[in-house]
């Protein structure tokens, strides 16, 4: 089993900047992806940012230059540290965990709205 804790999101005016974090406890392997997926009003959850414990990060085109995602192996703990918000960026963020083996887990959401 593993657990994940988010933290960060809020309410921020265009063009502000925040940062979300999600620590993961419990069963956890030195190899494993963690990733931010978001879902805005009305729409489909969507991938917004990955990185593996390699480092290798991957992002949406929406976010690309605005975003970045970092982990700190040794915490188990992913951060996305959001520029340049847009209101389009407005959602609930999802924290989103996978190794090996194991089912991918979740975390419980985190709202972000960026105000006009």
């Known amino acids: 089993q593993v657990q994940l804790v988010e933290s960060g999101g809020g309410l921020v005016q265009t063009g502000g900047s925040l940062r979300l974090s999600c620590a993961a406890s419990?069963?956890?392997?030195?190899?494993?992806?963690m990733a931010w997926h978001r879902q805005r009003p009305e729409k489909q959850r969507e991938m917004v940012a990955t990185?593996?414990?390699?480092?290798?990060?991957n992002y949406a085109d929406s976010v690309k230059g605005r975003f970045t995602i970092s982990k700190d192996n040794a915490k188990n703990t992913v951060y996305l540290q959001m520029n340049s918000l847009k209101p389009e960026d407005t959602a609930v963020y999802y924290c989103?965990?996978?190794?090996?083996?194991?089912?991918?887990?979740w975390g419980q959401g985190t709202q972000v709205t960026v105000s006009s």
């Open positions: 989103f965990f996978w190794q090996v083996g194991n089912r991918p887990y």
């Open positions: 419990g069963s956890i392997v030195s190899s494993n992806t």
């Open positions: 990185i593996t414990s390699g480092g290798t990060a």
